[in-house]
């Protein structure tokens, strides 16, 4: 397990760094990330965000990212163009900790098959 832990750790800090590239800045934690996330379901581009709506990015993000495991489906958008989704599998009771794990797997995995990113580019080596 420590092994895994460490690969995640590995790759999840090549992320940090190419999106720091990508965007001229590095987001602080996966909050950052699941923002970007958001920003990128949204499709308006960086605008200004009220509080309220930087919240429902982030939860879009979630959306987005754990439905790639089936956790949640599009229901579709509203009238503003704002996505929803409906949760059509029961998460796993996970700690804090472990929480965060799935989320930065399934991050990763969102930037490789959403995005094309190709995993030597957010990986500090070929594997």
């Given at each position: 397990m420590f092994k895994r832990d460490l690969d995640l750790d590995i790759h999840w800090q090549a992320?940090?760094?190419q999106l720091e590239m990508t965007l001229g800045k590095k987001p602080k934690d996966i909050n950052g990330v699941l923002f970007i996330i958001g920003v990128q379901e949204l499709g308006r581009g960086a605008i200004n965000?009220?509080?309220e709506?930087?919240?429902d990015l982030m939860h879009i993000a979630i959306c987005k990212v754990l439905s790639l495991s089936g956790y949640y489906?599009?229901?579709g958008t509203d009238s503003q163009g704002w996505p929803h989704w409906k949760l059509v599998k029961k998460l796993p009771h996970f700690d804090l900790l472990e929480q965060e794990k799935l989320l930065k797997m399934h991050v990763l995995e969102y930037f490789e098959k959403e995005l094309g990113?190709?995993?030597h580019l957010i990986s500090?080596?070929?594997e």
């Open positions: 992320l940090l760094g965000f009220s509080k709506e930087k919240q489906e599009l229901e990113w190709e995993k500090p080596q070929a």
